[in-house]
């Protein structure tokens, strides 16, 4: 099993920055990708970010790109969310997950560990 713990949510005002992290333990030698998805009142979870660690490739919702930066500490099984340039829209509950493998990391469906979420509250 692998327990993925998030901090850094908070309340701020459009145009600020927040940075969360998700740190994972138990075992991580069953991880390779670690996204990041957020969940706004009232809508579906949706898809914010990913990153491979073998690869170090990622992938932005459109939305986000320029504004929010995945990077992960490998050898402290950690990924990072920067998020600069905060608007209101992106007030969520944002969680953490992880998978071995996917195809699509888009779909929250693919993983297998997820956090407990931290808030994000982003105020104009």
């Known amino acids: 099993q692998v327990q993925l713990v998030e901090s850094g949510g908070g309340l701020v005002q459009a145009g600020g920055s927040l940075r969360l992290s998700c740190a994972a333990s138990?075992?991580?030698?069953?991880?390779?990708?670690m996204g990041w998805f957020r969940q706004a009142p009232g809508k579906e979870r949706e898809f914010v970010a990913a990153?491979?660690?073998?690869?170090?490739?990622?992938l932005y919702l459109d939305s986000v790109k320029g504004r929010f930066t995945i990077s992960g500490d490998y050898a402290k099984k950690t990924v990072y969310l920067q998020m600069n340039s905060l608007k209101p829209e992106d007030t969520a509950d944002y969680y953490c997950?992880?998978?071995?493998?996917?195809?699509?990391?888009?779909?929250?469906?693919?993983?297998?560990?997820w956090g407990q979420g931290t808030q994000v509250t982003v105020s104009s």
């Open positions: 138990g075992r991580t030698s069953s991880i390779n990708v």
């Open positions: 997950a992880a998978v071995w493998f996917s195809t699509n990391w888009r779909d929250s469906r693919e993983y297998d560990y």
């Open positions: 990153i491979s660690w073998s690869r170090g490739t990622t």
